[in-house]
């Protein structure tokens, strides 16, 4: 990860990384009505969710959190960058 992190900076000191998500609950429900067994409980979902966020935000490459449900548009996250 790092080597890779280190080549996109280098191709470009600006590169990010932008975060999709809903909220927690939105995201279990929207996995609940795909029908998908992937997880058994929100707790489960909950975790999973904390450990990739987790590493991402530890990236050397500025992060940023992008909700398509909170009303964030794609210029606002150009914006950011």
Known sequence: MNEIEDDLLRLDP??????????????????????KNEFKTIEELAALRHEYKRVLFNSKLNCIEYDFTAGDTPLAILAEI
């Open 14 to 35: 600006n590169a990010a990384v932008i975060y999709c998500q809903t909220d927690l609950e939105s995201n279990w429900l929207r996995i609940c009505d795909e029908g």
